[in-house]
């Protein structure tokens, strides 16, 4: 069928995807299941019995994607920055709904707001909203190139830019990307909530084959290898917070972190409790937990806002953001290049792949989790909404969580008698060591458990959301109920992946395995982008000539 004189084609609004009939593998795609899981698999095997190898080869390919695709990185996030904004702020856009127009929002806005916060980014705030601000207190680009003084009064608000650069607008974006993508062609078009109906519009039917196959799969070790990196901050910060309050001080080694021991403890503990949450659902068990870990998340971030460095924060927050905001345009598209000679070049772009380009690949990683759960749950919601509550309200709450979290930090350091107490601890102990120093141990203690609560209903939330995602993609993206066996294997694959790297090469490993990870999903990301704007203007013709381009009805 043709639309007026465009000879356009109607929207291509069924897509099938073999799934077994019956057996093991009953309702899922036995090729993308299979291959997902050796892929998997074999990365356990590999880096268990050759960690040497294992621990080499992965520092090879790591070195060679910084040398060669760190523009990359930068120039995608970019783009997905310039997507967001342009689809939010184009009129024939931003009105469109994900859904049919008479679709309704399935969730309350702090329900949605709580479950894409929590299993967007909710753990890495309590590592990073005070660890990362330190960090670059101490160092940043800005340091390097002698524009502010490391550790000076002059580098306080550089520390937040460069801070709010990496858990800002390109962080979101990329989530709001994948998740537009996918509700759109899955809730407008009737297709599978899966990653290779985003690409319908370049591709047609031949995704229904191995085309779309690889998308999926790529997809699936994208996200594993992406919430491992997140759980494999969270355990060092799980078994820190359990010694702190004196229950785990066994599960330590002599360096003071966490031991073989603990990762595992900590992994038995947080993947029973996922699992047995992603058993029941994104209804009950995710909800609840997301609902808990936003209200005990408002609880501590009230702590600091009220009792911590107030002033501090508020200068870092507004001041901070605004120094961001006029520095994004150039720092969306600033790629640095050493020169060889060991000095202030060569220290940038290896700052900037350090951090930057490490962060750009968590993200990218992330996103066929985060995009596919945020689809799961924006249903009924228009374009302009869900560009403005997956990217810009959750930016805001990170920039808040490290001016006053941080910001409390480096003032108690600076002014506050802490004396290092702060600085000198892990990552993951800094938070500990600061409201310790600020409440004494009695509160502190209290404090301390309340803590370690909220980051395992983080931690929880992530890992059985990820385990949930990897079934719906597996399951050429039925969101129904998904056999037990299958939410089980991926639970424990994803405790392996994360024990066998984090006993290989600690932190380091799961990093490099994540950004070799995350780069072919990158491309296929910015096909999305490509496909959703080529059908979003299509189904503006189509609008213009009184056509139809959503489903027709619920479920066909």
Known sequence: MSIGNKGMREPLRDLPIKTAERGFYSGFNVDVTVTGKLAVGGLVLWAVAFPENAGSVLAGFNSFILTHFASWYILVMAAFVLVCTGLALWPAAGRLKIGRDEDRPEFSNFSWFSMMFGAGIGVGMLTWAVAEPVYHFKNNPDVIQGLTTAGGGDNILSAFKWSYLHWGFSAWAAYAITGLALGYFAYRRGLPLTIRSALTPLFGSRLSGWTGHLIDIVAVIA???????????????FVAGMARIGIGGWLLNSEGTAS?????????????????????????????????????SIFLLAFFLIFGAT????????????????????????????????????????????????????????????????????????????VLGAVIVPAIMCFVWFAFA????????????????????????????????????????????????????YLVTTADSAVLIVNTINAAGDEG????????FWGVALSLVVTALLLVGGLKAIQTAMVIGALPFSLVMVLMCIALIKAILRDSIRASHGEQATIRESGS
Do not use: C
Not at 223 to 237: H, N, R, S
Not at 330 to 348: H, I, Q, W
Not at 371 to 376: D, E, H, Q, V, Y
Not at 406 to 432: H, P, Q, R, Y
């Open 406 to 457: 941080g910001g409390t930090a480096i003032d108690l350091e600076m002014t506050g008698g802490a004396g290092g107490v702060i600085f000198g601890a892990s990552d993951g102990g800094k938070i500990f060591a600061m409201t310790h120093f600020m409440l004494g141990d009695v509160l502190g203690w209290m404090m301390a458990v309340v803590i370690v609560v909220l980051l395992m209903t």
């Open 223 to 237: 996200t594993i290898l992406g919430v491992a990196q997140t759980l494999g901050f969270g355990v060092e910060q």
């Open 260 to 296: 073989a021991t603990g990762i595992i403890v900590a992994l038995l503990i947080i993947m029973g409790a996922s699992t047995l949450s992603a058993l029941s659902g994104v209804g009950k068990g995710i909800k609840w937990l997301s609902n808990l870990n936003m209200g005990l």
């Open 311 to 386: 002033g501090f924060g508020i200068r870092a927050l507004f001041v901070g953001m605004w120094d961001y905001m006029l520095a994004l345009p150039e720092l969306l598209f600033t790629v640095y290049r050493g020169d060889g000679s060991g000095g202030a070049a060569d220290k940038l772009e290896s700052w900037q792949g350090g951090w930057s380009v490490f962060y750009w690949a968590w993200w990218v990683a992330f996103a066929p989790f985060v995009g596919l759960f945020l689809a799961r749950i924006s249903r009924g919601r228009t374009i302009r909404e869900f």
């Open 481 to 488: 109920p998904k056999a037990r066996p299958h939410i089980i």
